[in-house]
């Protein structure tokens, strides 16, 4: 399954939130008035002890009858709404490794890119409670004054590292929450609370009102309680879903002993490849941003890049010079590689040795693997299941270490025997050399996606990473990359890759590339 990690090229998914009190505030104070927030809701010691939370209601249908809300919580980070309107209901979930909704028509499916960056946002969010800011490493922003449903209120905004913004406004005679907005599952949503009671030692809302896109929803809560039992088969993937999994080793040994061949298509491509990266601050506040495009074609499995513009300007003719010696240089260097691991991978298995590369059966030993399920994927029938860590398996090597950390979501072509999207994150620290070089910190994220071009073999189109790393104990680093590969067209990559001097690798002019 070498679908690689961009983990060198990845930098973290957080959440740092703030609320707002009192006649007159400054962005400044936002720490100490999530502080009377948190007073007014029970106290930290009290939030703190909060494992879940049920809200469940009715509201008034317009056929007469009544609809019904249900909502959970539970820690760390899982999320369930349903509403009932009709005959099916209409839910959206995060289970702690991927997110999941079933709309009107009872279809479920498994949600990708920013809807489900969202609903993992949101998961994060609500299990919060608003404890330990820096931690969360969302940046607070005080906006002013706002009336809600003729209440004064003070409003501040809410930002994540990868730019997910959400609208809280507070009471600024209770300090509880009023009203809260943000995207969530590609719409507008908005939320108004009021009828707070205490519900052991934690003031509850027994009243809301949801407005999700056009539609309105008026609901009495008749059950508001923390710590209730809930059990983790409600955030799973429908089991009336789900299918049953196929033998995942020789599934994902067929993987493997088919990359040679995947390689070997992937050499009839080139395209161009464009990387959005951005620095941030400690506060959420973006320090740098860099654009780079490059023009690639594949060999031996990786991509070989040129660069050709940098913030949209292209290189000049003296800077394109270089840039294509060094990457024939690194084409001379990829091809002595290869050689090499031929030459040893031959010889071990002459000698009876295993490769010493991490194979599919770490992932087996390191992962569970759970919730399968069926789905259509950019127009192909792909198998898709989570994956987290296996609590019985003890790593001992640093690339043991890494996989068990990892959770997520994973879709494969069984036909084309290749993994089409990824994924995954930290589910807590990496530490390499205990700390003291670096710290990849939990909730580091990143996704890999890829297309299925001209039936016949999976190429990337998009890769997404939210990474937070703390090098020798000091410099914390947080940046955002986004990646976008497109023109695909046909390449033969045996024109550049044995030539030993060549004076250009740029691929040639786009193509049709059905010819």
């Known amino acids: 399954m ?36 948190l007073k007014a809701e029970g106290g930290r010691k009290a939030l703190s002890k909060v494992q879940t939370l049920t809200l469940q209601g009715t509201f008034p ?34 289970n702690g490794k991927s997110a999941w909704q079933q709309d009107a028509s009872g279809a479920v499916a498994t949600l990708l890119g920013k809807d489900s960056t969202e609903l993992e946002a949101a998961s994060q969010y609500y299990n919060s409670r608003l404890l330990d800011l820096k931690k969360a490493k969302i940046a607070a922003a005080y906006i002013g004054r706002a009336e809600v449903h003729g209440k004064d209120t003070l409003q501040v905004e809410l930002t994540s590292v990868n730019g997910l913004k959400r609208e809280l406004f507070f009471d600024a005679q209770s300090h509880l929450l009023a009203k809260e907005s ?44 923390t710590n209730a039992p809930v059990g983790e088969r409600v955030f799973d993937f429908p089991r009336k879903s789900q299918v049953q999994l196929p033998d995942l080793k020789a599934l994902f040994e067929e993987i493997d002993q088919n990359q040679k061949a995947i390689d070997k298509l992937k050499e009839n491509y080139a395209g161009t490849r464009v990387e959005d990266e951005t ?27 040129t660069l050709v513009k940098k913030d949209d300007k292209p290189l ?29 991978d031959e010889k071990d298995k002459e000698q009876g040795k295993d490769s010493d590369e991490p194979g599919i059966e770490l992932f087996l030993r390191a992962s569970q693997f759970v919730n399968p399920r069926r789905e259509r994927f950019r127009g192909q029938d792909v198998l898709v ?26 879709w494969i072509d069984e036909k084309a025997h290749d993994v089409v999207r990824l994924e995954a994150y930290f589910v807590g620290d990496m530490k390499f050399a205990g700390g003291l070089v670096a710290n990849l910190q939990k ?8 297309e299925f071009v001209n039936n016949e073999v999976w190429l990337p189109t998009y890769e997404e990473a939210h990474v937070g ?22 390449f033969n990559v045996e024109t550049v890759s044995k030539i030993d001097k060549p004076k250009d690798v740029t691929p040639p002019a786009p193509s049709n590339p059905k010819e």
């Open 182 to 225: 943000a995207q969530l599952n590609g719409q507008s949503q908005e939320t108004f609370y009021s009828d707070y009671r205490p519900e052991n030692g934690i003031t509850l809302p027994h009243a809301m009102e949801l407005h999700r896109g056009p539609t309105q929803y008026q609901i009495t809560l008749s059950r508001a309680i």
């Open 443 to 450: 909730g580091t994220s990143f996704v890999l996606e890829q």
């Open 385 to 410: 299941f989570d994956f987290e860590p296996n609590p019985d398996f003890k790593a001992h090597k640093l690339e043991e270490k890494v996989v068990q950390k990892l959770a997520g979501v994973v």
């Open 279 to 305: 620095e941030f601050e400690n506060d959420g506040r973006v320090k740098k941003h860099e654009r780079k495009e490059f023009t690639f074609f594949f060999l031996n499995g990786d991509e070989m890049s």
């Open 2 to 37: 070498r679908m690689r990690l961009p983990l060198v090229r990845v930098l973290p998914v957080a959440l740092l939130f703030g609320t707002l009190q009192g006649a007159v505030v400054s962005a400044q104070d936002a720490d100490k008035i999530i502080g009377q927030y």
């Open 469 to 490: 790393v703390r090098v020798l104990l000091v410099k914390g680093i947080k940046v955002n990359q986004v990646v976008r590969y497109s023109d695909y067209r046909r």
């Open 316 to 344: 000049s003719a003296e800077e394109q010079k270089k840039e294509n010696e060094e990457t024939q240089s690194r084409i001379r260097a990829a091809q002595k590689r290869e050689a090499k691991k031929e030459s040893k």
């Open 61 to 94: 249908n317009a056929d007469g009858a009544p609809g019904t809300f249900t909502f959970y919580l539970k820690s760390p980070n899982r999320y369930y709404c349903e509403i009932v309107s009709g005959t099916q209901p209409l839910i959206e979930a995060y």
